[in-house]
């Protein structure tokens, strides 16, 4: 970087969560000195704390600076350092020697949520010839969305705050998009709607910082999502809510599904939700009615085993009341610019069919997955096991699975058991500490990419470029491509650049182009199906999905209880008596990210229980105290924050938590992790192998002192 100690401001985009603040980077001296908000439409001039504090987190003393080279047993967390050259060529060595003797499906990459090198991992798994990447979302996250979105509309949607028309119901699922400022959309404009007028319902077992902004809180049982859904389209067919016209011109199935969800009455769905069957009908009226509605859905509905049809039925609710594509409404995306070149033909059809859970769960690793992915319970499986062959390399970009996959006993198990275990993190994680080599990435001013807002959608793209650099850091890109070159991969001649440009083409303009722009968001089209259809087989939105039929997943959506549930198990239930949820986002950390920003611990110092003071006064629990919550797996300790914003017999625990303080104690990852109540155990969902994080049974005891 060019030194200068006249103060340059540059813009950029933020990438601490999933991203897209738009950012004035001021530097000097090759020294970033200050960040302030920049103007766009979707952040609005505004930041959130975690952006406030990028400099707190870029020049933090436990910044890793320089690759790392492990000296002593694994996890002793002793280290040498060694120049890139050195670090890259052995790590391509050993590769190279695992993808000769066992072939490439033996080196697994992981990587983490969102991140901006996501589609680079991919690009590099395909170029290896690997089937089995994996990322902990996925499967639990934002892939039933977006393949149910694709089965029934032919595209992925989003809420439009963007146009002339907002929303004049706000349907919050699950969903607290004003602290999770999730998957590039972020919170800014959605509260401007609320508080410009929109009407909010709120469907959470907790009154969630969203849930506070709206009129109507339904604190629905965890995991009973589909009920609900299908009780209240039972009210909007049987009560004449639904848009006629729209269902009859654009839509197949309307006679099936109205056939299907006549047992499905509000009365019923409420002795499933444990919601009242006026509430139902009011919600549903109100959304059904009170047009344009958008339905912002989230993580809350995809961390159980029934996921799919979870999903697919409040998918449903915007088919039938014809909020599709129309200003104010859920619109689809644009797609305006070219897919990232992730070189899937380099993967030979060998190879496809040996992708860990690819043919189980076909939503998931199967040929019309969505970027298709491996099974993470089967990936650390075949780690420790070698069934059904061995798993002998992981490169790891941007997770920190210890603490984000459940079951981290397994996890650390499964970790120890590899050959060649190779990390790229900013800090020092209980996953890193583990590994053979750790690589120090870059932090978003250090980064150039292009970022598509929404993601999936991709109605506008932002440019994010490198202005700045901490010790040797470089970005994943950087990190693939170098490694990439040195195993000779088909594609490695191409720059990260020549990507860019690519991608840019249809618009006719360079990554250079895009850069002085900043931002590009041509005007949205809205009723698209109108001049084309939807992109489904029949050119209309799929109630029933023959599709799906096809592939042996159920047409029509149903409701199946959790599998550990007071109801289906009354027995577990006698010692674990309370429903626990895991992982609701906080503001000041993302994941298990940020616990070593002192600005950020400062506000959030201990890992928290939420419980609702009739569940925790029986066990003499005050806010405050220090408590274990227990489930059939094991046991964590958490300080109990006891509140009436949760629902009775519900216990809210936060996940991710590690303390960076205490590296001799393999940074207490024991302690407090929510992943150590969580399994990886069957039953998974179907079709994309989701497994259990929430909706699980617990119990709760007072530590005493
Ligand atoms: N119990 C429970 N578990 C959950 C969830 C839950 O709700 N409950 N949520 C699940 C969901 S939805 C998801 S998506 C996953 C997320 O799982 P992960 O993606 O594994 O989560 P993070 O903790 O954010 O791990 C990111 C790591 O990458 C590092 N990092 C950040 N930026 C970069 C970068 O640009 N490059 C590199 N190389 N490293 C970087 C961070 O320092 C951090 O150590 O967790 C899942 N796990
Ligand atoms: N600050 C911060 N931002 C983040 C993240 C982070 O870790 N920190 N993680 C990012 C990632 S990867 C993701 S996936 C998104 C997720 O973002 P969101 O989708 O907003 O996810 P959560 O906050 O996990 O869950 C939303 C709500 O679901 C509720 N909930 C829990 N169980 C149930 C249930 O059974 N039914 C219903 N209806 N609701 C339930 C929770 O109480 C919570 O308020 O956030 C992203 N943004
Ligand atoms: S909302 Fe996300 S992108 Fe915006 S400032 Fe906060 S962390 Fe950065
Ligand atoms: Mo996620």
Same mark, same amino acid.
């Given at each position: 970087m060019?030194?200068?100690? =006249?103060?340059?401001?540059? =813009?950029?985009?933020?990438?601490?969560?999933?991203?897209?603040?738009?950012?004035?980077l001021s530097v000097k001296n090759g020294k970033l000195i200050k960040v302030k908000p920049a103007e766009s439409p979707f952040n609005q001039g505004q930041m959130c704390i975690k952006g406030r504090y990028t400099p707190e987190m870029m020049y933090h003393p436990?910044?890793?600076?320089? %690759?790392?080279?492990r000296i002593s047993n694994r996890g002793e967390n002793k280290w040498q350092e060694i120049d890139w050259d050195t670090a890259l060529d052995e790590i391509a060595s050993k590769?190279?020697?695992?993808r000769r003797t066992l072939g490439p499906e033996s080196i697994a990459l992981g990587q983490g949520t969102g991140r901006h090198h996501y589609t680079h991992?991919?690009?590099?798994?395909?170029?290896? $010839?690997? %089937?089995?990447?994996?990322? +902990?979302?996925?499967?639990?996250?934002?892939? +039933?969305?977006?393949?149910?979105s694709q089965f029934t509309y032919g595209g992925f949607v989003v809420a439009?705050?963007? $146009?002339?028309?907002?929303? =004049?119901?706000?349907l919050f699922w699950g969903h607290n998009p004003l602290v999770s400022n999730p998957d590039g959309e972020l919170s800014f404009p959605v509260k401007k709607a609320l508080n410009a007028g929109s009407f909010g319902i709120a469907i959470d077992p907790r009154r969630s910082e969203t849930a506070k902004h709206c009129q109507m809180w339904l604190p629905?049982? +965890? $995991?009973?999502?589909?009920?609900?859904?299908? $009780?209240?389209i039972h009210v909007i067919i049987n009560e004449g809510f639904y848009d006629k016209p729209f269902v009859e011109k654009w839509t197949t199935g309307f006679n099936e599904l109205k056939a299907h969800v006549t047992n499905y009455t509000p009365q019923w769905a409420e002795t499933v939700t444990g919601l009242p069957a006026g509430d139902i009908v009011a919600a549903a009226r109100r959304y059904a009615l009170d047009k344009p509605s958008?339905?912002?859905?989230g993580v809350g509905i995809e961390h159980t085993p029934n996921s799919l049809q979870t999903v697919r039925a409040v998918a449903l609710l915007r088919a039938l009341t014809g909020n599709i594509d129309k200003p104010g409404s859920d619109i689809l995306g644009m797609n305006i610019i070219r897919p990232y070149p992730v070189m899937t033909a380099s993967v030979s059809r060998e190879m496809i069919k040996k992708r860990i859970g690819g043919e189980q769960f076909k939503l998931l690793g199967g040929l019309r997955g969505f970027l298709p992915s491996a099974h993470i319970p089967g990936v650390f499986k075949a780690m420790r096991t070698g069934e059904p062959y061995p798993i002998k390399a992981l490169l790891n970009f941007g997770s920190n699975p210890l603490t984000t996959v459940a079951n981290s006993k397994e996890v650390y198990q499964s970790l120890l058991k590899l050959d060649l275990l190779v990390v790229a993190d900013m800090f020092m994680t209980p996953t890193a500490a583990l590994a053979d080599y750790v690589l120090p990435a870059a932090f978003w001013p250090e980064v150039t990419q292009l970022i598509e807002m929404p993601f999936v959608a991709e109605n506008a793209i932002v440019a994010q470029q490198k202005v700045v650099q901490v010790g040797l850091c470089r970005s994943d890109e950087e990190i693939l491509i170098d490694l990439a070159k040195r195993l000779n991969l088909p594609g490695s001649e191409e720059t990260l650049e020549d990507i860019l440009n690519y991608r840019l083409? %249809?618009?006719?303009m360079t990554f250079g182009d895009l850069k002085e722009k900043s931002l590009v968001y041509p005007p949205h089209e809205y009723r698209k199906f109108e001049k084309q259809g939807f992109r489904t087989p029949s050119k209309k939105v799929e109630l029933y999905s023959k599709v799906l039929k096809n592939m042996g997943y159920d047409p029509l959506p149903c409701y199946k209880e959790p599998p550990e549930s007071p109801v289906s198990q009354p027995e577990t239930a006698k010692d674990f008596p309370y429903v626990l949820i895991t992982g609701s986002r906080r503001r000041e950390y993302f994941h298990s990210e940020h616990r070593q920003i002192n600005s950020l611990r400062k506000r959030r110092q201990h890992p928290l229980a939420e419980v609702h003071p009739d569940t925790a006064t029986p066990h003499g629990i005050s806010d405050g105290d220090w408590i274990y919550v227990r489930s059939k797996r094991g046991k964590i300790k958490m300080m109990a924050s006891v509140t009436t914003d949760i629902k009775p017999g519900v216990v809210n625990i936060d996940h991710g938590w590690w303390f960076p303080e205490k590296p001799e104690q393999e940074f207490g990852i024991w302690e407090s992790n929510a992943n150590l109540l969580t399994s990886n155990a069957p039953p998974y969902d179907p079709a994309f192998g989701t497994y259990q994080l929430r909706a699980l049974l617990c119990s709760i005891e007072k530590i005493l002192t």
């Open positions: 060019a030194l200068s100690d =006249k103060e340059n401001v540059f =813009k950029s985009v933020c990438r601490i969560c999933h991203g897209g603040c738009s950012m004035l436990a910044r890793l600076l320089s %690759p790392l080279k590769l190279d020697n695992i991992v991919i690009r590099f798994a395909n170029s290896l $010839g690997t %089937p089995n990447w994996y990322e +902990p979302g996925l499967a639990n996250c934002l892939l +039933p969305r977006i393949m149910v439009d705050y963007y $146009g002339q028309v907002l929303p =004049k119901t706000i629905i049982r +965890p $995991g009973t999502d589909a009920a609900l859904a299908l $009780g209240m958008v339905l912002e859905w083409e %249809p618009f006719n």
